[in-house]
């Protein structure tokens, strides 16, 4: 089977510069998702009708997608079909066609509609011509209706609700937006359909009252979910499938054993994978390629992105890990802040308001309490004291700090780079480093404190 995604619309009622179908669900393109559902499906020869704009749907699908080009954006769907041609016309299978801004529609349903004309075919001996996917609605109101035979599931015709009748408007069954046409039928039927009196649009659902005509066999096919059938259409709508997707996910990895607490407060992106016994706390965002192991605790209103968090790391709240790695067993937290290219290591104990930054914190080191550890590697087991800063940065360079093992950094020392404290040294608090401290010696720079009797007293009553 070959697949035809129809990205080429303005999208008027989008109120957009940018194509319709680039703009994002959990950060990725709404058109992805679509991609993406085809090829789940097993559908590898996938075309993409692009038209406004077109470079930008290519930059988001890149190169394993064939592209087609409408001319005129406002053609219609039947129109962006046959300007396709080139991709389907000789295709002696099924051509499955789906809107761009359909990003709800399921895998399974895509495979489940694939076995349907085949089973069909197999068991009937009928040959469908066209299977439209379907569903029922509460509240139709702005679909286009499926009108079938009584008691069957063979499609009459399908209406728009500005052309239906009002016996018509309370058919509650509606179209989904995707269809499998046998494309010999489909090439047979599709140059016949002309544009709409009213708009001057070529649409797809015409197709399905000409093949009917003709006593070709058109059936429905019932979707897996309802809200398959929400398309894009308005900035409400893009807001209404991304909480869905967002629900879909999180349903899927609750089913693999994460616990989410209050589910609707957290954002979970399409490509976070999560180990089994997760705990996720309220308010809680984890996007990107973030990977979370086995026993991880993430706290309330956390921040993690890109990021590698080990088997058994607690990460509390508030906290922002973006491109690190924590390895397993390891603390963050809370209100820490570890930033791109650092790795803290296992069991290691990264506290409150302490910021980490392209460096290598070794096994069981403790910083708890308001540091800035950056361009360093710690030893491990060293301790590194409240208030501590590595000051990397000379004003044109950044410089490496480099801590051993077991070495003690006193509170509201100052080291600055580029300097190295040897393995076991002991740096007293508020020393300011700024030449090498040897293997197990210790270093105190302070200015020597002067008292002034009475003075004191005399400045608060001044």
């Known amino acids: 089977m070959k697949a035809l995604v129809l990205a080429a619309g303005l999208g008027t009622r989008f109120k957009s510069k940018r194509p319709k179908v680039v703009h994002r669900i959990l950060g990725k393109p709404m058109v992805w998702y679509v991609v993406s559902t085809l090829r789940q499906a097993g559908i590898q020869d996938i075309g993409v009708v692009v038209g406004y704009k077109a470079e930008e749907v290519r930059d988001v ?11 005129d954006p406002k053609g219609g769907t039947g129109d962006a079909v046959l300007s396709a041609m080139e991709f389907w016309k000789d295709h002696e299978g099924y051509l499955l066609v789906v809107n761009g801004d359909s990003p709800l529609i399921l ?30 609605l509460s509240d139709p109101t702005g679909y286009g209706r499926v009108i079938k035979e009584e008691g069957t599931d063979r499609i009459l015709r399908i209406v728009e ?63 897996t979910d309802p809200t398959e059938a929400l398309g894009v259409n308005t900035r409400w709508d893009l807001s209404i499938a991304e909480n869905v997707l967002r629900l879909r996910i999180i349903r899927f990895w609750s089913d693999r054993g994460v616990t989410f607490h ?12 999560l180990g089994e016994e997760v705990e996720i706390e309220p308010d809680v965002t984890l996007k990107g390629k973030t990977k979370v192991g086995p026993g991880v605790r993430i706290g309330r209103g956390s921040y993690v992105e890109n990021a590698s968090i080990g088997e058994g790391v607690t990460v509390l709240p508030y906290s922002v890990v973006i ?22 290591g296992q069991k290691a104990e990264i506290g409150a308001f302490v910021e980490v930054k392209r460096s290598r914190i070794g096994s069981g080191v403790k910083a708890k309490h308001l540091a800035y550890i950056g361009d360093a590697e710690v030893g491990e087991g060293a301790n590194i004291g409240a208030g501590v800063v590595t000051a990397n940065y ?13 070495t003690f950094v006193g509170s509201n020392s100052l080291l ?27 270093a105190v720079s302070r200015s020597p404190m002067r008292l002034f009797e009475g003075k004191g007293r005399k400045k608060l009553k001044d």
């Open 394 to 406: 000379d004003g044109k360079k950044k410089h490496k700090t480099f801590i051993g093992k077991g």
């Open 107 to 136: 895998p399974e349903t895509v495979r489940n509609l694939q076995r349907f004309v085949h089973m069909v075919e197999e068991y009937e001996g009928v040959k469908i011509s066209c299977a439209v996917l379907t569903t029922f």
């Open 416 to 442: 600055i780079a580029p300097v190295s404290l040897g393995d076991e040294s002991y740096v007293a608090g508020g020393s300011v480093i700024t030449k090498d401290v040897p293997e197990g010696a210790l």
């Open 61 to 71: 699908l890149g190169d394993e997608v064939t592209y087609l080009h409408q001319r």
């Open 262 to 273: 209050l589910p609707e407060t957290v954002w979970l992106d399409p490509d976070v994978t």
């Open 323 to 344: 491109g690190a790695t924590v390895e397993p067993g390891a603390t963050v937290g809370p209100f820490s802040h570890i930033r791109e290219g650092t790795v803290v």
């Open 161 to 223: 609700e500005r052309d239906a009748t009002p016996e018509e408007r309370a058919v509650r069954e509606v179209n989904a937006g995707l269809y499998a046409f046998f494309a010999p039928h489909l090439k047979e039927v599709l140059p016949e359909v002309g544009p709409s009196e009213a708009t001057g649009e070529i649409y797809l659902t015409e197709v399905v009252s000409l093949m009917t005509s003709r006593g070709m066999e058109v059936r429905s096919f019932m979707a």
